[in-house]
């Protein structure tokens, strides 16, 4: 073999080796970014307004280190959650069904709101009394108020708490069963 062949050989070697050593360098990024976001505590730290998907123990650790109640309606089954928090301590606890995935933007998934909101009861109180409202005592001492213009979001508020839950369903009826039935609590 000539010189020249056995450069080209070498120099082909080398080109394989530099693609092979590339990818294995890239399969190892890949495992280290999982590893840091598995690590850092799933849903525990979530960047505001960003959906992220959620395990019921997810919502658990979230609220235990949240500043504030969430609220949900427990883990509705053959759904997924997905967990929202906005920069001023609200949070979206959306109940995805049919395969959507999180931050789908159709507004027709069960959805549990919470609103930090001082005198969230004298508020829904007196919200009560107006034109067009509905509203009905809840479990745990609380009420349940909704607008007849508006009825896929019932609002709970409970004396000593300063949350306003928003029970948010696209069938008026069931918005009203969920929010009305005990199911819709403090995450613990």
């Keep these: 073999m000539n010189s020249e062949a056995s450069d080209r050989q070498k120099s082909s070697r080398g080109r394989i080796?530099?693609?092979?050593?590339?990818?294995?360098?890239?399969?190892?990024?890949?495992?280290?970014?999982?590893?840091?976001?598995?690590?850092?505590?799933?849903?525990?730290?979530?960047?505001?307004?960003?959906?992220?998907?959620?395990?019921?123990?997810?919502?658990?650790?979230?609220?235990?280190?949240?500043?504030?109640?969430?609220?949900?309606?427990?883990?509705?089954?053959?759904?997924?959650?997905?967990?929202?928090?906005?920069?001023?301590?609200?949070?979206?606890?959306r109940y995805l069904g049919g395969g959507a995935r999180p931050g789908d933007p159709r507004p027709i998934f069960t959805t549990i709101a919470t609103y930090p909101r001082q005198r969230s009861y004298q508020d829904a109180a007196r919200a009560a009394k107006l034109k067009g409202a509905k509203s009905r005592p809840s479990p745990g001492g609380g009420l349940a108020v909704?607008?007849?213009?508006?009825?896929?979001?019932?609002?709970?508020?409970?004396p000593g708490e300063e949350v306003l839950v928003e029970v948010f369903d696209p069938s008026p009826r069931r918005a009203q069963e969920l929010a009305l039935s005990g199911e819709v609590g403090p995450v613990r």
């Design 17 to 93: 080796y530099t693609v092979v050593a590339a990818g294995v360098l890239v399969v190892a990024a890949v495992v280290i970014a999982v590893m840091v976001l598995v690590s850092r505590g799933g849903a525990s730290e979530l960047e505001p307004g960003q959906p992220e998907e959620a395990s019921v123990q997810d919502l658990r650790t979230f609220a235990a280190s949240n500043d504030g109640p969430v609220y949900s309606a427990g883990g509705l089954t053959g759904r997924t959650l997905e967990l929202t928090k906005t920069s001023r301590n609200e949070t979206f606890v």
């Design 146 to 158: 909704w607008r007849e213009s508006r009825p896929t979001s019932v609002y709970l508020a409970y």
